[in-house]
């Protein structure tokens, strides 16, 4: 079965960190485009963060540069995000997302919350 699985999310305190990682099953992460969107309430979808096939690229969202580091394991299979000095504005359930050519897929979402 084709998918990306998700884990990692849950409760942090403010400047506390976290970090999400996504395993790919079914197809080989190596030759797809990763990124890390989140979906806060009653807000759109957006990009968090970016990696392309070769990790020779990263981009991120300005609201978390310095903060957050995409990064893959190509042996596992596997992608992360590591999230570091969070904020209650982080709050959000976020989504992994593989791309290469006109194959997408999608993670389950994990929930994330920044709070005292």
């Known amino acids: 079965q084709v998918q990306l699985v998700q884990s990692g999310g849950g409760l942090v305190q403010p400047g506390g960190s976290l970090r999400l990682s996504c395993a790919a099953s079914?197809?080989?992460?190596?030759?797809?485009?990763m990124s890390w969107y989140r979906q806060a309430p009653g807000k759109e979808r957006e990009l968090v963060a970016a990696?392309?096939?070769?990790?020779?690229?990263?981009n991120y969202a300005d609201s978390v540069k310095g903060r957050f580091t995409i990064s893959r394991d190509n042996a596992k299979n596997t992608v992360y995000l590591q999230m570091n000095s969070l904020k209650p504005e982080d709050t959000a359930v976020y989504y992994c997302n593989a791309v290469w050519r006109f194959f997408r897929y999608w993670g389950q979402g994990t929930q994330v919350t920044v709070s005292s």
């Open positions: 990696l392309t096939s070769d990790g020779d690229s990263t």
């Open positions: 079914g197809f080989t992460l190596s030759n797809y485009a």
